[in-house]
């Protein structure tokens, strides 16, 4: 009796487009419900029996503070999650995507070697750009204060690197080879993050309607034409998630992935929090150790010596 070939595995990148797509679209018609929720909450908890509960007075505070794009976000985030489950059914995810996590010791010295390089580079730009006059620290800067950035580069490492080089490029390289598979991982990966209205960009509480969401889907779109931001961050955007993919591959595990993306992470917010730029500079320097063509080579050379500096699979 002939054995019973296994059934091919589905193909992932249209099921993955068509889920952000739907992401998006979702978004924009959520967006007011949940922004009616949110501001009517605000409104109604003064004269409630809940007045004086503690966590209804931050949520409801909260409520009233954010403005109609940060709701647009948690809308997007709902609309994620709630279509992630259709989506894993559908390409029959199971743990072979997840790499190994032995040896231990080995996969400690990689995250600590990726998390120096990229927070190490980052940051002497960083004090670079304060000795050329881009950026000007800040009257009383808090130098002790790392808590905040660590839990980030932590939470960001950990979460996306599971998500886009355990999962997404796991699921990819079911039907792609290895270069077309991190080419639209790294293109997906730079394209979430892109997709934010800018940081300027706000519309009155009262204007806000059931197509408001559309209009944060326009301003979106609007950041793809504007040459000089698309090549400062987009461009940024696609290095970084180039370096963490190639890193996933030579090495067969995330920890220098997380250790790298933590760095970045780290860097990016410490520095932040430390100094203020007054505008100018563009394509070169930007608001953040995030934009910019020179933030953009310091990728590139971070992860030029990061790949030079890891071991191989056949290494190890």
């Known amino acids: 009796m002939q054995a019973v070939p296994p059934p091919a595995a589905p193909a992932a990148l249209p099921r993955l487009l068509l889920y952000l797509a739907a992401v998006m679209l979702g978004g924009a018609l959520l967006a007011w419900p949940l922004f009616a929720l949110g501001k009517g909450f605000a409104s109604w908890l003064p004269g409630s029996s809940w007045a004086d509960f503690g966590p209804a ?110 999962l997404l490029l796991g699921l990819l390289m079911r039907t792609l080879r290895a270069g077309p598979a991190v080419f639209w991982t790294t293109f997906i990966y730079a394209l979430v993050h892109f997709l934010k209205p800018p940081a300027r960009w706000k519309i009155a509480d009262e204007s806000v309607t059931w197509t408001s969401g559309f209009e944060v889907l326009a301003q979106i779109a609007r950041g793809f034409g504007d040459v000089d931001f698309l090549l400062a961050e987009f461009a940024t955007l696609f290095a970084v998630g180039w370096v963490l993919a190639r890193a996933r591959l030579q090495t067969g595990a995330l920890w220098a992935g997380i250790g790298l993306h933590g760095g970045w992470v780290f860097g990016l917010k410490y520095f932040s929090a430390l100094s203020r730029h007054p505008g100018g500079w563009l394509p070169w320097i930007g608001e953040n150790l995030k934009i910019g063509l020179l933030p953009l080579a310091t990728v590139l050379l971070t992860g030029w010596l990061a790949l030079r500096l890891l071991p191989r699979q056949a290494d190890k």
């Open 57 to 166: 007075l931050w949520l409801a505070d909260t409520a009233q503070r954010a403005h109609f794009p940060r709701y647009f976000n948690r809308a997007v985030l709902v609309c994620a999650l709630v279509f992630m489950w259709p989506l894993l059914r559908s390409l029959r995810v199971d743990g072979a995507l997840l790499p190994a996590w032995r040896p231990v010791a080995a996969g400690i010295r990689q995250w600590a070697l990726g998390f120096a390089l990229a927070a190490g580079l980052l940051l002497a730009l960083g004090a670079g750009f304060v000795l050329a006059g881009a950026h000007t620290l800040r009257e009383e800067p808090e130098w002790p204060a790392f808590g905040e950035p660590m839990s980030a580069a932590l939470g960001a490492g950990i979460v996306e690197e599971f998500f886009f080089r355990a």
